[in-house]
């Protein structure tokens, strides 16, 4: 499985941004896709999660009601909208997969998009 995140950039506090992450080669309905994050001088960080095939969705509390994880079956992308944001959430957002969907580990990332937030 191939990963592609896009969308990262800067944003004012208090505005949105929309990562999109493009999945290819042996993608499969029994995935669950994931967005995670990776802060300065912080370790990653759990942010949401997606259910591919029913598209059952979790969120870390610290983005509870500001994010929102979507998924568009015929494009096979991951969208990761996010509003009201802080400057606690500048970080770099690794798209990622895996098959257990209560599991903190990935089998497959992406490659990071940057998500700079000023206040």
């Known amino acids: 499985v191939q990963l592609q995140a896009s969308g990262g950039g800067l944003v004012q506090a208090g505005g949105s941004l929309r990562l999109s992450c493009v999945a290819s080669?042996?993608?499969?309905?029994?995935?669950?896709f994931g967005w995670i994050r990776q802060a300065p001088g912080k370790e990653r960080e759990f942010v949401a999660r997606?259910?591919?095939?029913?598209?059952?969705?979790g969120y870390a509390e610290s983005v509870k009601g500001r994010f929102t994880i979507s998924r568009d079956i015929a494009k096979n992308t991951v969208f990761l909208q996010m509003n009201s944001l802080k400057p606690e959430d500048t970080a770099v957002y690794y798209c990622?997969?895996?098959?257990?969907?209560?599991?903190?580990?990935?089998?497959?990332w992406g490659q990071g998009t940057l998500v700079t937030v000023s206040s």
């Open positions: 990622a997969a895996n098959q257990l969907w209560y599991s903190n580990l990935w089998d497959y």
């Open positions: 080669g042996h993608t499969s309905s029994n995935y669950n």
């Open positions: 997606i259910r591919w095939s029913a598209g059952n969705t």
